[in-house]
């Protein structure tokens, strides 16, 4: 029945309604498909007349492809830059404190760490984007010793973020995703069979996992999806995060301390409560328990269009109003999954990877092996649409 579903999104603008169910869409393009295996153009034959796109979305969509042929946004960078200025020869601020905002870090000096700690310096990316505000957070977290996590939908730049901080400051980090297979003893370590160069003889010795490894050497561990972890990691995991030791039972109950520098920064593409978009298959819901262990929580999401459309076109080489045009793309598709027009969204990292290849192949074909072949079809029908609205045939 008409009356039993909302007629105007939470902003007010109307919807269409949809004459096969009665519910309500700024268009029904997807909806059509997904729910009724039914082509727009089928619709319009058998509901002449009934209009398949909302005067908001249709004025949405004007209004997108004016900018894009201009190359211009309205919107501007909200977050203030409380990043330091720093030269490409980062050696000349060792030994030095920078300022994050509230927050401050020291560089460390690379003469005092051994080869394998520079090696697990990360390495400075001059175009990577950093966000003031959420570099702030973060650098205070460190800062106070807390544990760490960030959340945010996929491709944002949330393990990059804590990668460019760590090579501002000179500090090693190990990363490990624990999405997956991941081993327990990978992770915590396990005995090996080694030969005795003196002897020539077969010993077992224990080997440390990337965990205790961190822990000992004052590295800061980056764990990616904690929230995709298997049980057994998770519960090694909160172990630490509560107490600050790891107890290697395997090797006779070794007692880890943890390295001043030592840090846990995890991201996750949830808050620990479940997935509900059907965005991030295989995420868990994190116990309370979990969750309490991180003094510091950081929400990411996608750059502003401005400062993003800049972030591809510096990565890629692209001209910038390409750039634009690719962003404005990933705009309508992630307001399409917000009003349930579409069920994916484009990141960051997919339109970096979509930009290297429009100078090859163009702007159509490279979306094709970049985005549309990663979608299911009506995925595919709805951003291939947006695509040739924004760059034309």
């Known amino acids: 029945m008409a009356g039993t579903f909302k007629t105007h999104d939470k902003n007010g603008n109307e919807m ?8 309500y869409y700024h268009q029904l393009s997807v909806h059509l498909a997904k729910k009724h295996k039914m082509s727009v153009e089928e619709y319009k034959r058998q509901y002449p007349g009934c209009p398949t796109i909302s005067a908001w979305a249709s004025q949405q969509v004007s209004e997108a492809q004016k900018k894009a042929q201009r190359g211009q946004h309205t ?27 509230a927050a401050k870090l020291t560089v460390k000096r690379t003469a005092e760490m051994s080869d394998r700690d520079r090696g697990f310096i990360p390495e400075h990316d001059p175009n990577y984007h950093v966000d003031g505000e959420l570099a702030e957070m973060l650098a205070l977290g460190v800062e106070q010793g807390d544990n760490v996590m960030m959340v945010g939908p996929t491709g944002c730049g ?12 000179n500090q090693p980090a190990r990363r490990a995703n624990l999405h997956g297979d991941v081993r327990s003893s990978d992770f915590v370590g396990e005995k090996v069979v080694e030969v005795d160069p003196e002897t020539s003889q077969s010993v077992i010795t ?13 590295y800061w561990l980056l764990l990616d999806e904690v929230d995709a972890a298997p049980p057994q990691i998770l519960f090694v995991l909160q172990a630490v995060l509560d107490s600050g030791k790891l107890i290697l039972t395997s090797n006779h109950g070794e007692v880890v301390e943890p390295h001043p520098d030592f840090r846990i920064i995890t991201t996750a593409n949830t808050t620990g409560r479940g997935d509900d978009t059907g965005l991030y298959a295989g995420t868990n819901v994190l116990n309370e328990a979990f969750l309490d262990r991180f003094g510091t929580v950081i929400q990411h999401n996608y750059l502003p269009p ?15 109003a390409a750039a634009q045009r690719c962003v404005e793309v990933a705009r309508l598709v992630r307001n399409g999954f917000d009003n349930e027009e579409c069920y994916c969204t484009l990141s960051t990292r997919r339109l970096i990877s979509w930009a290297k290849k429009i100078k090859a192949l163009g702007a159509q074909k490279a ?3 970049a985005v549309l072949n990663k979608l299911n079809r009506e995925d595919a029908d709805y951003v291939a649409g947006v695509i040739q609205r924004i760059f034309g045939n």
């Open 158 to 169: 949330k393990t990059t973020l804590a990668e460019e901080l760590a090579a501002l400051i």
């Open 367 to 369: 979306a094709k092996v």
């Open 16 to 23: 269409v309604r949809c004459e096969v169910c009665g519910r």
């Open 306 to 320: 401005k400062v993003e459309a800049g972030v591809v076109s510096k990565k890629t080489g692209v001209e910038i």
């Open 75 to 101: 919107q501007t960078e909200t977050h203030a830059n409380v990043v330091p200025n720093i030269t490409a020869n980062i050696n000349d601020w060792e030994g030095t404190e920078l300022d994050f905002g």
């Open 206 to 218: 224990w080997k440390d996992g990337i965990l205790p490894e961190a822990m000992r050497n004052g």
